[in-house]
């Protein structure tokens, strides 16, 4: 079945450095790609997506680019904020099948000032 | 815009006892709602997929008669956890689809935290 991968973290950074958060998929078909943020105490807010091979979404320095090549969707920005601490979760939806999506695991992201 | 919110926010109940999470929509209108558990450090489970309307559609390995959704309206759904178990404690996460709009929409609550004694 449909599967999303991100890597473990927690992910502890320093503010202004760079980061990337790696997030690979398995599925039938041609899905579309979603980075979803979740802030403390807060629900899943659509960070960026992207809905064919070689798309790139971005948004708020956040970027993430469709390689079906390889199957990944990995996250980064150039540039970390305290403000950018939050879990980010890697996912799929098909275009199939009610639209369900799949969701990763989850990466805690740390942002030390 | 697009606000879902979840009631109650935490809730604690004993074993054996009946639980109702209420999910609405505020500000549009959803014929879709989808419900999901988390447990800790783990990924969203989807449960099951609501339908306004009509009968939920349980995902396999989700008990209907435990779980019981609801979507009376437009604007809410309900999952109600009968007879909980302590294995039932969890965090539970509703989404709403707009009625309008692209079909990968999904607008999250922020989540109710389920503990059974």
């Known amino acids: 079945g449909d599967s999303v991968t991100q890597m473990e973290g927690p992910v502890t950074l320093s503010e202004e450095a760079f980061l990337t958060i790696n997030c690979t998929y398995t599925a039938t078909g041609y899905p579309s790609l979603f980075w979803y943020v979740q802030y403390p105490g807060e629900g899943l807010q659509l960070l960026l997506k992207?809905?064919?091979?070689?798309d790139k979404g971005s948004n708020k320095g956040f970027e993430a680019t469709y390689r079906k090549e390889t199957t990944s969707f990995h996250l980064e920005k150039g540039s970390v904020q305290v403000s950018d601490s939050a879990v980010y979760f890697c996912a799929l939806t098909r275009n199939t099948g009610g639209f369900k999506t799949i969701f990763g695991a989850g990466t805690r992201l740390f942002v030390k000032a | 815009g697009a606000v879902v919110s979840q009631h109650p926010s935490w809730v604690i109940c004993k074993s054996g006892t009946s639980v109702k999470i209420e999910c609405r929509s505020l500000?549009?209108?959803?014929?879709?709602m989808f419900w999901y558990r988390q447990f800790p450090k783990q990924s969203l489970m989807l449960m099951a997929t609501s339908n306004e309307g009509s009968k939920a559609t349980y995902e396999q390995g989700v008990e209907k008669d435990k779980f019981l959704i609801n979507h009376a309206s437009l604007t809410l759904s309900t999952l109600t956890v009968t007879s909980a178990h302590p294995e039932d404690s969890s965090f539970y996460i509703c989404s709403a689809r707009p009625a309008r709009g692209s079909p990968y929409e999904q607008y999250f609550g922020p989540g109710t935290r389920l503990t059974v004694t």
């Open positions: 992207a809905t064919k091979a070689d």
């Open positions: 500000d549009f209108q959803a014929t879709t």
